[in-house]
């Protein structure tokens, strides 16, 4: 008989990507306040553009997280690996929605990939590099389990 899906039967890995999933959630939830607070003002009754992307990118990477949890629970790699893996994705997924949220603070309403400087060049690349390496590694764990 397996044995129950409990909070003390899973992977550290899996840990924190559930609380990054929940912190998230909880964190799209409270820009979405802060999103409807904006919507009643005249005479726009709008949020300004990066309030409404935080808010999405927020709840967007909830989920992730959760797949990136999953992923992370039954990656056939060292655990050191996966909690690597997953704590990369997560600290870039904060980074870019706190970018939103200073750019909605600042009520930025250009991109801001209109001024190239570290943030929008090395950042980006590093992002990239962070995101994809982490979740491939993630992917290729689960494959490898797979497999056998």
């Known amino acids: 008989m397996t044995e129950p899906l409990t909070l003390s039967t899973t992977t550290p890995g899996f840990q924190i990507g559930l609380l990054g999933a929940g912190l998230f959630l909880l964190w799209g939830m409270a820009l979405g306040v802060w999103k409807y607070v904006h919507m009643r003002r005249p005479p726009a009754h709008s949020a300004?553009?990066?309030?409404?992307?935080?808010?999405?990118?927020?709840?967007?990477y909830?989920?992730?997280?959760?797949?990136?949890?999953?992923?992370?629970q039954f990656s056939a790699w060292s655990e050191l690996v996966n909690i690597a893996a997953v704590t990369v994705n997560l600290i870039f997924f904060v980074s870019a929605v706190s970018s939103y949220v200073l750019h909605g603070?600042?009520?930025?309403?250009q991109t801001q990939?209109?001024?190239?400087?570290?943030?929008?060049?090395?950042?980006m690349w590093g992002l990239i590099v962070g995101e994809l390496g982490g979740?491939?590694?993630?992917?290729?764990?689960?494959?490898?389990?797979?497999?056998?």
Request: glycine content about 6%; cysteine-free; hydrophobic content about 60%.
């Open 48 to 60: 300004p553009v990066y309030v409404d992307i935080a808010h999405r990118a927020a709840l967007m």
């Open 113 to 123: 990939f209109r001024e190239a400087n570290l943030i929008t060049t090395w950042g």
């Open 135 to 148: 979740t491939a590694i993630l992917v290729t764990g689960v494959a490898a389990s797979m497999i056998g």
């Open 105 to 109: 603070w600042k009520k930025t309403n």
């Open 62 to 72: 909830a989920f992730a997280s959760l797949v990136l949890a999953a992923l992370a």
